[in-house]
RNA sequence: GGCCCGUUCGUCUAGGGGUUAGGACAUCAGAUUUUCAUUCUGGCAACAGGGGUUCGAUUCCCCUACGGGCUACCA
């Protein structure tokens, strides 16, 4: 596909629901499309809920978008606007577009109350506002000129509804669908601009892409039955060349069951549905995110790119410029995909054991600090970390695979031990501690060839003496190799760890 | 119920008129690592069903089934 006008893409992330996996994928698509084309990536704040200002979810949708590497663009946009869009912001602009579309003859005034319309539906659950109802209900289509005049004056609560058109079809071609197509006498008239004065999402979402010159949305795919009333309004609004391209992207399903994955699936099997934690203040709730529970960024990027899109090849680990220079819409599957918590646990394996030492060390020190242990010497904490990286599946790992390093196992595996602790192997590590203090040259070569040499000559087996040694300087049966660790931790601490653990195996 | 979208191993997917239907995760077995993990090798495992079109269909078309979405003055 060639794309040659300039390519903008836009995303609103809402508080509650917007960024969670498919959210945030519904970003990284927008932000792979719009790089991979050099164009702009327009991102609009979905701060309010039901209506009402949400406290904090900006901060927290950029925090996200910030450590996912997704920085949207700053203005100025079409509108001369600056920055990321906020919704909440934005009210006042659209009831003149809405009372247009009414003078066209487009769209009609509604004096429905709620109440009235759920008795409709209670009667019959078939009901829709629209061709076939629409003209017994209280509105400016069945309402004289004067009556509609004087309600309006009066305040009365009222919306304004889209009235669809009888006997059209409205198609279009999505990016990844291909040719979609609607009869207008089943689509039903909906509400564009609520009674409070707000608009729907149906008339921003059209407004709002309008005007910020928006040439390709991406959505998830729950938005296609609504796609007719978007197309509809950018006719009616006399914008359709301007219309953009649309993309509906599948959906991520629940990993058991069936079902969108939703934000409670979550707390019930066990993973985050979330990027970063989220507390919602009106609820006192906290929603658990991927960063804490120890995921890269580049591996959630990496594994959420993978899930309904591939480059074609076998590849599958790539980093967010390969994604981009790689990304392309037409390989966006279909089909909705089950999220796989086992391969999203694989990704940040793999990409924990391919980062640099030097990458990890942030991440890993804020973690070990959350643990009470304060790392002052970088450069150790790079070794160990290239040491232990290749058992680590999340970031967290490194606190059980590495704090050892730092403090002395407070308590051993003793089963593990006693059952076969005997006085030649005491004898044999009063001995080993002598060698040790002695050695100049103390590298894991050395230590181990000095270890087996001192076993032979005790009349030891190298295997009887392995573990114990092992649980003296870690506490458990875990860890990367021992002498490894020995040289590590240099001879004074390995010594004195040796008369540590001997104490507590023969007590 | 109505409308729309979808359907290849358990899961994510590649493929595409003639293939031993490929890979990855998970799983199982073996090797290595004198802990555990890593790593390596191998095994199990899929074209929803029925009709067309065709010399030939998993691939194209239709129907059915199943799954999902929408059906709010939520997005």
Same mark, same amino acid.
């Given at each position: 596909m060639s794309v040659n006008k300039r390519v903008r893409v836009r995303f609103a992330p809402s508080p509650t629901g917007g960024l969670h996996l498919g959210g945030v994928r519904t970003v990284l698509f927008n932000y792979l499309f719009a790089r991979h084309h050099n164009g702009d990536f327009i991102l609009r704040i979905e701060d309010t809920d039901q209506g009402r200002y949400v406290e904090g979810a900006e901060q927290y949708i950029m925090d996200c978008l910030e450590w996912c590497g997704l920085i949207p663009d700053e203005g100025p946009h079409a509108d001369g606007g600056y920055g990321p869009y906020r919704q909440s912001e934005r009210k006042e602009n659209y009831r003149k577009y809405a009372e247009q579309l009414v003078n066209a003859g487009f769209a009609y005034y509604a004096f429905d109350t709620p109440e009235e319309l759920d008795s409709q539906r209670k009667e019959n659950p078939n009901f829709r506002y629209g061709l076939e109802n629409r003209n017994r209900l209280k509105n400016s289509l069945t309402l004289s000129k004067e009556e509609v005049n004087r309600m309006l004056d009066e305040g009365l609560p009222h919306v304004i509804r889209i009235k669809m058109p009888a006997d059209e079809v409205v198609s279009f071609t999505d990016m990844i669908r291909g040719e979609v197509s609607f009869d207008t006498n089943l689509v039903d008239d909906k509400v564009l601009l609520k009674a409070d004065g707000m608009p729907t999402y149906h008339l921003a979402v059209v407004i709002d892409d309008y005007l910020m010159k928006i040439s390709h949305a991406f959505r998830g795919e729950e938005w296609l039955p609504s796609a007719p009333v978007h197309i509809l309004l950018w006719q009616y609004l006399g914008w359709a060349d301007d219309m953009p391209e649309w993309a509906h992207l599948p959906l991520i399903l629940k990993p058991d069951g069936h079902g969108k994955l939703s934000k409670r699936d979550g707390a019930r099997l066990g993973f985050p549905v979330f990027a970063m934690n989220w507390f919602d203040p009106k609820t006192n709730e906290l929603t658990p995110g991927f960063k804490e529970l120890g995921f890269l960024p580049e591996a959630f990027i990496n594994l959420l790119a993978l899930l309904g899109w591939n480059d074609g090849t076998e590849q599958e680990i790539f980093t967010i410029d390969e994604l981009v220079s790689k990304f392309s819409i037409e390989r966006v599957s279909k089909a909705g995909a089950k999220f796989d918590f086992e391969k999203a646990k694989w990704f940040n394996a793999e990409w924990i054991k391919r980062s640099e030492a030097g990458r990890l060390k942030t991440e890993v020190m804020k973690i070990f600090a959350n643990n009470g242990i304060d790392i002052s010497d970088d450069q150790y904490l790079e070794q160990i970390i290239s040491l232990v990286k290749e058992r680590c599946i999340l970031l967290t790992d490194f606190l059980e695979q590495g704090s050892f390093f730092f403090k002395a196992p407070e308590s051993y595996d003793l089963d593990s031990v006693k059952p076969k602790w005997t006085d030649s192997k005491a004898d044999f590590f009063k001995a080993f501690a002598e060698i040790l203090n002695t050695m100049e040259d103390f590298h894991a070569g050395s230590v181990e060839q000095k270890f087996k040499a001192l076993a032979e000559e005790k009349g030891l087996k190298v295997g009887e003496v392995m573990l114990p040694f092992r649980i003296m300087l870690v +506490? +458990?049966?875990?860890?990367?190799q021992v002498f490894e660790i020995a040289v590590l931790l240099k001879q004074e601490e390995t010594i004195r760890r040796i008369h540590k653990g001997l104490l507590a195996f023969s007590s």
């Amino acid at each position: 596909m060639s794309v040659n006008k300039r390519v903008r893409v836009r995303f609103a992330p809402s508080p509650t629901g917007g960024l969670h996996l498919g959210g945030v994928r519904t970003v990284l698509f927008n932000y792979l499309f719009a790089r991979h084309h050099n164009g702009d990536f327009i991102l609009r704040i979905e701060d309010t809920d039901q209506g009402r200002y949400v406290e904090g979810a900006e901060q927290y949708i950029m925090d996200c978008l910030e450590w996912c590497g997704l920085i949207p663009d700053e203005g100025p946009h079409a509108d001369g606007g600056y920055g990321p869009y906020r919704q909440s912001e934005r009210k006042e602009n659209y009831r003149k577009y809405a009372e247009q579309l009414v003078n066209a003859g487009f769209a009609y005034y509604a004096f429905d109350t709620p109440e009235e319309l759920d008795s409709q539906r209670k009667e019959n659950p078939n009901f829709r506002y629209g061709l076939e109802n629409r003209n017994r209900l209280k509105n400016s289509l069945t309402l004289s000129k004067e009556e509609v005049n004087r309600m309006l004056d009066e305040g009365l609560p009222h919306v304004i509804r889209i009235k669809m058109p009888a006997d059209e079809v409205v198609s279009f071609t999505d990016m990844i669908r291909g040719e979609v197509s609607f009869d207008t006498n089943l689509v039903d008239d909906k509400v564009l601009l609520k009674a409070d004065g707000m608009p729907t999402y149906h008339l921003a979402v059209v407004i709002d892409d309008y005007l910020m010159k928006i040439s390709h949305a991406f959505r998830g795919e729950e938005w296609l039955p609504s796609a007719p009333v978007h197309i509809l309004l950018w006719q009616y609004l006399g914008w359709a060349d301007d219309m953009p391209e649309w993309a509906h992207l599948p959906l991520i399903l629940k990993p058991d069951g069936h079902g969108k994955l939703s934000k409670r699936d979550g707390a019930r099997l066990g993973f985050p549905v979330f990027a970063m934690n989220w507390f919602d203040p009106k609820t006192n709730e906290l929603t658990p995110g991927f960063k804490e529970l120890g995921f890269l960024p580049e591996a959630f990027i990496n594994l959420l790119a993978l899930l309904g899109w591939n480059d074609g090849t076998e590849q599958e680990i790539f980093t967010i410029d390969e994604l981009v220079s790689k990304f392309s819409i037409e390989r966006v599957s279909k089909a909705g995909a089950k999220f796989d918590f086992e391969k999203a646990k694989w990704f940040n394996a793999e990409w924990i054991k391919r980062s640099e030492a030097g990458r990890l060390k942030t991440e890993v020190m804020k973690i070990f600090a959350n643990n009470g242990i304060d790392i002052s010497d970088d450069q150790y904490l790079e070794q160990i970390i290239s040491l232990v990286k290749e058992r680590c599946i999340l970031l967290t790992d490194f606190l059980e695979q590495g704090s050892f390093f730092f403090k002395a196992p407070e308590s051993y595996d003793l089963d593990s031990v006693k059952p076969k602790w005997t006085d030649s192997k005491a004898d044999f590590f009063k001995a080993f501690a002598e060698i040790l203090n002695t050695m100049e040259d103390f590298h894991a070569g050395s230590v181990e060839q000095k270890f087996k040499a001192l076993a032979e000559e005790k009349g030891l087996k190298v295997g009887e003496v392995m573990l114990p040694f092992r649980i003296m300087l870690v +506490g +458990g049966k875990f860890g990367p190799q021992v002498f490894e660790i020995a040289v590590l931790l240099k001879q004074e601490e390995t010594i004195r760890r040796i008369h540590k653990g001997l104490l507590a195996f023969s007590s």
